[in-house]
């Protein structure tokens, strides 16, 4: 995904200090209120709305692999590999890669029925995109917001890192906006989700491909 607009951040002024909406309330009315070109989509992360168009092939690619496998490997399980919908942690709104999820999931939809609720999701993963807005974006922005909300597992398969990285975060500090855990491995070694329903599952070349010519 890669941004082309977002909302400046509401400054404070006199004005501001009087009673009425705050920021989040008005960024969520405003994401409510937006009418995108077929092929857009925009998220609320940090007090911005950002929107982006679907990812290029390589990108989606990674992602639906990744996908598939899941499946596969949750089948037995008592929960399910998603992509494409909303997952809401108060007023923020977030468009992941790929997420996990109890499979029987209608408790965990929000009252107006927009998305499926933070605290139901037990891995997010998102392939991270091109140019600086996108790296920022998957790499930090989304990273502290996913830590906020206490996602368990935050996945981040970014080619842009070197030859090829995948990085698996653990163990959020909703306080401190961040992961404890940490394990980062090469495109073309093997990384191991270690705890929630994906336990045991791998992400390797059947996933990422091998390791990518150097890039910025």
């Known amino acids: 995904m890669t941004a082309l607009a977002q909302e400046a951040p509401v400054t404070a002024t006199p004005e501001a200090t009087m009673p009425g909406p705050d920021l989040d309330e008005v960024l969520w009315q405003a ?5 995108l070109p077929e092929g857009f989509h925009a998220e609320i992360i940090e007090g911005f709305i950002e929107v982006s168009p679907t990812g290029r092939y390589s990108h989606g ?3 639906n692999l990744l996908r598939d496998e899941l499946v596969v490997f949750l089948s037995d399980s008592e929960y399910a590999a998603r992509q494409d919908m909303n997952v809401i942690h108060g007023r923020k709104l977030w468009i992941p890669d790929g ?4 499979k029987d999931s209608e408790e965990h939809v929000t009252d107006d029925g927009v998305g499926i609720k933070a ?3 037990q891995l997010i993963i998102e392939v991270v995109s091109p140019g600086n807005d996108g790296l920022q974006r998957d790499r930090v922005r989304k990273r502290r917001a996913y830590a906020r909300a206490g996602i368990p597992v935050y996945v981040l398969i970014d080619d842009y890192d070197g030859h090829g990285t995948v990085t698996v975060l653990t163990s959020p500090s909703p306080e401190e906006a961040a992961y404890a855990g940490e394990n980062r491995v090469p495109y073309g070694a093997e990384a ?3 705890e929630g329903p994906a336990k045991g599952f791998v992400i390797g070349e059947a996933i990422t491909g091998p390791p990518r010519n150097a890039r910025t």
């Open 192 to 194: 191991i989700i270690p």
């Open 99 to 102: 997420f996990v999820v109890p």
């Open 119 to 121: 605290e139901a999701v």
């Open 61 to 63: 690619q990674i992602a």
């Open 31 to 35: 994401w409510k209120a937006m009418e």
